[in-house]
């Protein structure tokens, strides 16, 4: 039966990228009744530092995000990462098991270390992929829905299963599926379109952050950078026009529809028509959820509540998971 398991790093606020490319079709997956387990990856994200009030408030603000965008807490698990000890266990054993060359591939490692000095990078930044590897098999998860930025993440975790099965002579952990679907699974900047929108990106107009209200989130859009031509018949004519295309997918996306689609109906119309229509449509969309995360935030107690159930739920099926990776690797359990 399959299971699925996914996780976004309150290392900052949730983003269009996030929503689109993952959370959006995280509630799409519960809705269908798959079993659905959700996680605040808390250990990754202070692989760079986090201020500790911070993270903290920032992991209470995702959780309400996932609320408000649709994740039922009762139907999915979750919680927070660090809430469940066999996340750190695991990335241990799939520590020994992967190799730093593995590790030292790994385009994202590549990027933010790119022209600085790597040495001074945290030592977690560079085993990341295995911590993500064991959240996944922790869980014995089958599929994996993310964004395009995670496929190579994914690749990786397979070839951890795959080694670990191999080196033990088991067949214990599951070759994971990655899900990259939709019209949006690679959200640009709204600045540069050869750019991923990015919780990290110094301008604020790059992104619409989830907690943007309605004027900040149409102005956003009216400021997105685009060329002069107007919209062209086919997706074929967005080739070589990253900021069109990029605006298009959005709103594909938010409006459950394909990039073809939309094409079709604004067809030789210009950004002074399409950009309010796309302002008009993500503001319908995502001003609900924003209100009903400001609501939610006013009760911390009460995210704190849902994330521990989460954390009780999530540990009631990793446990016997972790204690057979103990049996399996060779470690005395007699207590
Ligand atoms: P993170 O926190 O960077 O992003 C969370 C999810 O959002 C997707 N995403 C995007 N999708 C489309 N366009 C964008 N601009 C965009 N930006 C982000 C990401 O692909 C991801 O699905 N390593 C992961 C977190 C993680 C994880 C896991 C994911 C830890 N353990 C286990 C899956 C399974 C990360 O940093 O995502």
């Given at each position: 039966?399959?299971?699925?398991?996914?996780?976004?790093?309150?290392?900052?606020?949730?983003?269009?990228?996030?929503?689109?490319?993952?959370?959006?079709?995280?509630?799409?997956?519960?809705?269908?009744?798959?079993?659905?387990?959700?996680?605040?990856?808390?250990?990754?994200?202070?692989?760079?530092?986090?201020?500790?009030?911070?993270?903290?408030?920032?992991?209470?603000?995702?959780?309400?995000?996932?609320?408000?965008?649709?994740?039922?807490?009762?139907?999915?698990?979750?919680?927070?990462?660090?809430?469940?000890?066999?996340?750190?266990?695991?990335?241990?054993?799939?520590?020994?098991?992967?190799?730093?060359?593995?590790?030292?591939?790994?385009?994202?490692?590549?990027?933010?270390?790119?022209?600085?000095?790597?040495?001074?990078?945290?030592?977690?930044?560079?085993?990341?992929?295995?911590?993500?590897?064991?959240?996944?098999?922790?869980?014995?998860?089958?599929?994996?829905?993310?964004?395009?930025?995670?496929?190579?993440h994914l690749e990786l975790t397979r070839?951890?299963?795959?080694?670990?099965?191999?080196?033990?002579?088991?067949?214990?952990?599951?070759?994971?599926?990655?899900?990259?679907?939709?019209?949006?699974?690679?959200?640009?900047?709204?600045?540069?379109?050869?750019?991923?929108?990015?919780?990290?990106?110094?301008?604020?107009?790059?992104?619409?952050?989830?907690?943007?209200?309605?004027?900040?989130?149409?102005?956003?859009?009216?400021?997105?950078?685009?060329?002069?031509?107007?919209?062209?018949?086919?997706?074929?004519?967005?080739?070589?026009?990253?900021?069109?295309?990029?605006?298009?997918?959005?709103?594909?996306?938010?409006?459950?529809?394909?990039?073809?689609?939309?094409?079709?109906?604004?067809?030789?119309?210009?950004?002074?028509?399409?950009?309010?229509?796309?302002?008009?449509?993500?503001?319908?969309?995502?001003?609900?959820?924003a209100d009903e995360m400001k609501r939610?935030?006013?009760?911390?107690?009460?995210?704190?509540?849902?994330?521990?159930?989460?954390?009780?739920?999530?540990?009631?099926?990793?446990?016997?998971?972790?204690?057979?990776?103990?049996?399996?690797?060779?470690?005395?359990?007699?207590?």
């Open positions: 039966t399959p299971r699925i398991f996914s996780g976004i790093q309150p290392s900052g606020g949730l983003t269009l990228g996030n929503y689109l490319g993952a959370l959006k079709r995280f509630v799409e997956k519960q809705d269908e009744g798959i079993e659905t387990i959700y996680c605040l990856v808390d250990l990754h994200a202070i692989t760079v530092w986090q201020d500790p009030e911070r993270l903290r408030n920032q992991t209470r603000e995702a959780a309400a995000g996932f609320i408000a965008a649709g994740i039922d807490p009762k139907r999915s698990i979750l919680f927070n990462q660090s809430q469940v000890p066999g996340h750190a266990q695991l990335a241990w054993i799939f520590n020994c098991v992967a190799r730093m060359g593995w590790m030292g591939r790994m385009t994202q490692w590549k990027d933010k270390t790119a022209g600085k000095d790597a040495e001074k990078a945290s030592l977690g930044l560079f085993a990341y992929p295995s911590l993500m590897a064991a959240d996944i098999l922790l869980y014995h998860a089958t599929h994996v829905p993310v964004g395009e930025d995670q496929k190579q070839d951890i299963a795959i080694k670990f099965n191999h080196d033990y002579k088991v067949d214990f952990f599951p070759v994971t599926e990655p899900v990259i679907e939709g019209a949006a699974t690679r959200v640009m900047s709204l600045r540069d379109g050869s750019k991923k929108m990015s919780k990290s990106d110094p301008s604020d107009a790059s992104r619409i952050n989830l907690t943007d209200d309605a004027d900040t989130i149409a102005q956003k859009f009216r400021k997105a950078r685009t060329d002069a031509e107007p919209l062209p018949e086919t997706v074929a004519g967005l080739k070589d026009r990253p900021e069109a295309r990029n605006l298009v997918n959005i709103y594909a996306a938010l409006a459950d529809t394909s990039a073809e689609k939309v094409v079709a109906d604004f067809a030789g119309q210009g950004f002074g028509a399409f950009k309010p229509a796309l302002a008009d449509l993500a503001v319908a969309k995502l001003a609900p959820i939610l935030m006013a009760d911390p107690a009460e995210i704190d509540r849902i994330l521990g159930d989460g954390a009780e739920r999530a540990n009631a099926i990793a446990e016997p998971i972790l204690n057979r990776t103990y049996d399996i690797v060779g470690m005395i359990r007699s207590r």
